[in-house]
């Protein structure tokens, strides 16, 4: 094999790692730049909710917005919804797996309102909104979506699991200090008994007996 083909065919290879490392370096900054699901679908969200306004009548601006208007368009998203909600005058109401089918309406399920909300109220204040003023963390926002989970879980006849809540770490570290200090007082009262039934002894020598004779006595309290 001579030179000339001995250099080609490393400088074939050379390239050739180069270029696999080039498409895995674009890779990593591809996979690296793009958006979670959770971030891609609270955008999606975002731009659905704006549209809303846009086509409001009349237009709405996101200042003007208020509780009431977040409240309009989740009752608006219900004709796109998926979740047969049994009236109760519906044979299968309360019935979590009716066997035929009936004319109820589908309406959106409160998971899916919840977590919406949960992700536009994020983005409000992403796009410079202020937390008190939030629209989609106003108290009528919160007590509709009460209310749908409630009547939700009648119709359909299932339970919602309720979140735990997180304790904040200052009530954890007195809970644990209190959790602390009552073994430690346990674990003296518990030495304390012991030791009041531990009898006492004093020595008695027999003057005629070489035997040293050991006479418990009984805890005098």
């Keep these: 094999m001579s030179a000339d083909v001995v250099t080609a065919v490393h400088g074939e290879g050379s390239s050739s790692k180069g270029s696999?490392?080039?498409r895995e370096s674009m890779a990593v900054s591809a996979a690296a730049a793009a958006p979670s699901r959770y971030e891609s679908q609270k955008r999606r969200d975002w731009s659905t909710f704006g549209q809303y306004l846009k086509n409001h009548r009349?237009?709405?601006?996101?200042?003007?917005?208020?509780?009431?208007?977040v409240l309009e368009f989740l009752k608006y998203l219900d004709q796109f919804g998926k979740t047969k909600v049994h009236l109760t005058a519906c044979?299968?109401?309360?019935?979590?797996?009716p066997?035929?089918?009936?004319?109820?309406p589908l309406k959106q399920a409160w998971g899916s309102l919840d977590a919406l909300i949960g992700r536009l109220r994020a983005a409000y204040e992403e796009h410079g909104g202020k937390p008190?003023?939030?629209?989609?963390?106003?108290?009528?926002?919160?007590?509709y979506l009460r209310e749908v989970r409630e009547t939700q879980a009648k119709a359909r006849g299932i339970a919602y699991e309720k979140k735990k809540r997180k304790r904040p770490p200052i009530q954890?570290?007195?809970?644990q200090q209190?959790?602390?200090?009552?073994?430690?007082?346990?674990?003296?009262q518990h030495h304390q008994h012991q030791h009041q039934q531990?009898?006492?002894?004093?020595v008695s020598n027999d003057p005629n007996s070489n035997t040293t004779i050991m006479i418990a006595m009984p805890n005098q309290n």
């Design 58 to 69: 009349p237009p709405l601006a996101l200042s003007k917005c208020s509780g009431a208007h």
């Design 91 to 97: 044979p299968f109401f309360g019935h979590p797996h």
């Design 172 to 175: 954890q570290q007195q809970q």
């Design 198 to 202: 531990q009898p006492h002894h004093f």
């Design 20 to 22: 696999e490392g080039s």
């Design 178 to 188: 209190q959790q602390h200090q009552q073994h430690q007082l346990h674990q003296h």
């Design 99 to 104: 066997p035929a089918p009936c004319a109820c």
């Design 132 to 143: 008190e003023s939030n629209p989609f963390g106003a108290r009528a926002v919160r007590l």
